[in-house]
C-alpha cells in the first residue's frame, strides 16, 4: 500500500505541478502556461464516466501495472521532446498520456485497496494511503524540484537538458515501481473481471446514477458550492508557482528552483497537511455546520499574503516560507469543508457514484479559472492579479451562506 499511493501521488504532482515550473522556465508565457496546463484536469474531470469500464475490463491488478508502464513510457516521452524544437507539442502529447493514464490508476488503485484488503485492513492503512500520497507530493513538488535546479547549476544553467535528465530519472523510477508491484502485488479472488456485464449495461446504470444525482434536493445550490467554494484557490494555484520563480523585474520573487522546492513542496505541503488534519478534528467533534463558517474565512482570507508579498517582494527566504505556510494551512482547514459537503450531498442509494460525480466537479471547479488565469494575471499583473482574487473571495461567502445543512453532520454519534 505504501508504494501504490506513492505511485498515485507522483504523476499528478508531475502533471500539475511540475509542469508549470517546466514551462515557466523554458520561456513560455504565464497565460500559455495555465491554459494549457489547465485542461490536463481534464482526464480527472471525465475519469466518472469512464470508471465502471475499469471495473468489467480486466483486473485491478492488471491495470495499476499496465498505467505504471504506461506512465513511465509518458515521463520518458516528456524527457525525449523536452530538448527538440516541438517541445510544446511533443510534451503537451505526453502530458496528456500521463494525466489520462494517472486518473486511470487512481480508479484501479482505489477499487484494488478494497477489493485486497479486508474491512478492518482498510481501516488499518487509510492514514499510511494518505501519508505516502502526501510523500509524493513532497517528493514532487519539493525533491524533484531542487534535484532540477541543481541539474541546472551542474550543467551551466542548460535548462532544457536538466529537465530532460529529471523525467529520465523519473522513468527510471516508474519502471522500478512497475517491476516492484508486477512481483509483490497480491492476486485477491475477488480481482476479476466481471462476466456477464455489457457496455449497454454499464451505460444504462450510469445514466441512472446522472439522473438521480442531478434530482437531489438542493441540487443547485450544491453544484454552485462545488463548483465556485475554490474559486480564489483555482486562480492562484496556477499563478503563484508561475510568481514565486518570476525574476523581480516582472514582478515575481524570483526564487531559484531549490528555494522553490522547498519553499512551495516542503514548507507549504506541510502546512497543507496539518490544516486539513486540524479540520477533520475540529468537524469530527462538533459537525460541518458550526465549523462552516471559519473554513470558510480560512480557505479565503489568508490569500492576502499575496498582495503583501507582490507589493513588498520580500527577498528573506522565512518570510516567504511564513506567508506560504500560513496560506496553505489556511487552504487546508478551509478544504475540509468542502470535502465534507461532498459527501454529505452524495448521501443515498447511489453515494459511491454520486460521491465520483462530485470530485468530477471538484476537478472541473480547479480548471475553468486555470484556463484564464495566467492571461489575467499578464494583463493586469501580479499585485492587482491578487487583490482580484481576495475580491472574488465574496463569492465564496456568497455560496456558502445558501447551503442548508444538517447540524447533526459529521459528529460523533452514540454509536460510534
Not at 110 to 118: K, Q, V
Request: proline share 4%; hydrophobic share 50%.
Amino acid at each position: 500500500m505504501p508504494s501504490l499511493y506513492f505511485a498515485e501521488g507522483i504523476p499528478y504532482v508531475t502533471v500539475m505541478t511540475l509542469s508549470l515550473v517546466l514551462y515557466k522556465q523554458m520561456g513560455m508565457s504565464n497565460a500559455d502556461t495555465t491554459f494549457y496546463t489547465a485542461w490536463l484536469n481534464l482526464p480527472w474531470v471525465l475519469k466518472p464516466l469512464w470508471s465502471p469500464f475499469v471495473d468489467i475490463i480486466k483486473t485491478k491488478r492488471w491495470w495499476i501495472t499496465s498505467m505504471q508502464l504506461l506512465l513511465g513510457a509518458a515521463l520518458g516521452g516528456v524527457a525525449f521532446t523536452i530538448p527538440t524544437q516541438f517541445w510544446v507539442q511533443g510534451t503537451m502529447c505526453f502530458f496528456w498520456l500521463m494525466a489520462f493514464a494517472s486518473a486511470t490508476h487512481d480508479i484501479a488503485a482505489d477499487g484494488f485497496y478494497m477489493l485486497g484488503l479486508s474491512q478492518h485492513e482498510q481501516t488499518w492503512f487509510v492514514g499510511i494511503r494518505s501519508l505516502f500520497y502526501r510523500i509524493a507530493m513532497i517528493f514532487g513538488q519539493g525533491v524533484l524540484v531542487m534535484i532540477a535546479g541543481n541539474l541546472q547549476v551542474i550543467f551551466r544553467n542548460s535548462i532544457a537538458y536538466s529537465w530532460s535528465l529529471l523525467f529520465y530519472g523519473c522513468t527510471g523510477l516508474f519502471i522500478a515501481l512497475w517491476l516492484w508491484h508486477s512481483y509483490v502485488l497480491p492476486r485477491p479472488g475477488e480481482d476479476r473481471q466481471r462476466e456477464g456485464v455489457t457496455a449497454r449495461d454499464i451505460a444504462r446504470e450510469l445514466w441512472r446514477t446522472i439522473k438521480t444525482f442531478f434530482r437531489k434536493e438542493q441540487v443547485l445550490v450544491g453544484i454552485l458550492f462545488m463548483l465556485l467554494y475554490r474559486m480564489p484557490e483555482g486562480l492562484l494555484v496556477k499563478v503563484t508557482t508561475l510568481f514565486l520563480i518570476d525574476a523581480p523585474r516582472n514582478g515575481g520573487l524570483g526564487l531559484s528552483p531549490q528555494e522553490y522546492g522547498f519553499v512551495q513542496g516542503t514548507v507549504g505541503v506541510l502546512g497543507l497537511v496539518g490544516g486539513g488534519i486540524l479540520g477533520g478534528i475540529m468537524a469530527g467533534r462538533d459537525g460541518l455546520k458550526k465549523w462552516l463558517w471559519p473554513m470558510v474565512c480560512a480557505i479565503t482570507l489568508p490569500d492576502i499574503v499575496y498582495v503583501y508579498m507582490a507589493y513588498a517582494l520580500p527577498s528573506n527566504l522565512w518570510v516567504i516560507n511564513a506567508c506560504v505556510l500560513v496560506e496553505q494551512f489556511g487552504y487546508g482547514f478551509g478544504f475540509t469543508a468542502y470535502m465534507l459537503y461532498l459527501i454529505y450531498y452524495s448521501q443515498g442509494e447511489f453515494k459511491t457514484s454520486h460521491y465520483a460525480l462530485c470530485t468530477a466537479f471538484m476537478a472541473l471547479s480547479m480548471m475553468i479559472p486555470g484556463l484564464f488565469a495566467g492571461a489575467l494575471q499578464e494583463a493586469v499583473g501580479y499585485r492587482m492579479f491578487f487583490i482580484i482574487v481576495m475580491g472574488l473571495c465574496s463569492v465564496t461567502f456568497i455560496i456558502s451562506s445558501l447551503l442548508k445543512i444538517n447540524p447533526e453532520f459529521g459528529k460523533k454519534s452514540d454509536n460510534e
